[in-house]
């Protein structure tokens, strides 16, 4: 099956610092990855459709010039959290679809801001 | 606009008697449907879709779900649960006529719990 990877799985930051999560498709080409977060027991909040080789599309109320969504290869897109303050902390979750219609996701990332 | 509707927070289950999970969606035209499972501090794991065809789905670890055009449901559901069935479960829709535009509108999750 599809299997998509995102590293690190946990990091821990200071206040201010920027940090940047991989997400990777292992074994298929993917033109379009999305990007989640997640709070505690609740839903899953898209953030922004990253597609190869364009700018990404972010969400209504996210901030492009925080949040930065880079998708350089068709197995490579990456979300760098700048500037983090300990709101950003949270489970960010990494898509990308495969075929039209089959959407594989990453195992996660927990960020906590100290 | 799409949306997912779970309507119980949590399921309890006694181990080996069957489960379900509710789902209802709302799409404008015709829809492709999701179910998927996440464990805890995980990503989510697909467990099956609904695009056409026939209505039972069956999908992974003896999951199958039910697609009901005219009560715009797609319960998932299990014949005999097992404590590892535990996990939170999300359905999921896009809407078939968007194309390759159309994004996964979650539903907010239900808490499987699966008891001895």
């Avoid at chain 1, 597609?51 to 490579?76: M, P």
């Avoid at chain 1, 489970?91 to 039209?100: D, G, H, K, N, V």
Wanted: aromatic residues 14%; hydrophobic residues 35%.
């Amino acid at each position: 099956g599809a299997v998509v990877s995102q590293h690190p799985s946990r990091v821990i930051c200071k206040s201010g610092t920027s940090v940047k999560i991989e997400c990777r498709s292992l074994d298929f080409q993917a033109t379009t990855m999305f990007w989640y977060r997640q709070f505690p027991k609740q839903s899953l909040m898209l953030m922004a459709t990253s597609n190869e080789g364009s700018k990404a599309t972010y969400e209504q109320g996210v901030e492009k010039d925080k949040f930065l969504i880079n998708h350089a290869s068709l197995t490579l897109s990456t979300l760098t959290v700048t500037s983090a303050h300990p709101e950003d902390s949270s489970f960010y979750i990494c898509s990308a679809r495969w075929r039209a219609y089959e959407q594989y996701f990453g195992p996660g990332t927990r960020l906590t801001v100290t | 606009a799409q949306s997912v509707a779970q309507p119980e927070d949590q399921v309890n289950v006694a181990e080996g008697n069957p489960l379900t999970v509710k789902c209802t969606y709302s799409v404008s035209g015709n829809p492709y449907l999701f179910w998927y499972v996440q464990y805890p501090n995980r990503g989510l794991q697909f467990l099956l879709k609904y695009i056409t065809g026939d209505n039972l789905v069956k999908g992974s670890y003896g999951f199958e779900a039910e697609f009901n055009k005219s009560q715009t449901s797609f319960h998932l559901k299990k014949p005999s649960a097992l404590v590892s069935d535990s996990a939170l479960y999300f359905c999921a829709v896009r809407d078939f006529y968007a194309g390759t535009a159309s994004k996964l509108t979650f539903g907010t999750g239900t808490r499987l719990q699966v008891t001895l």
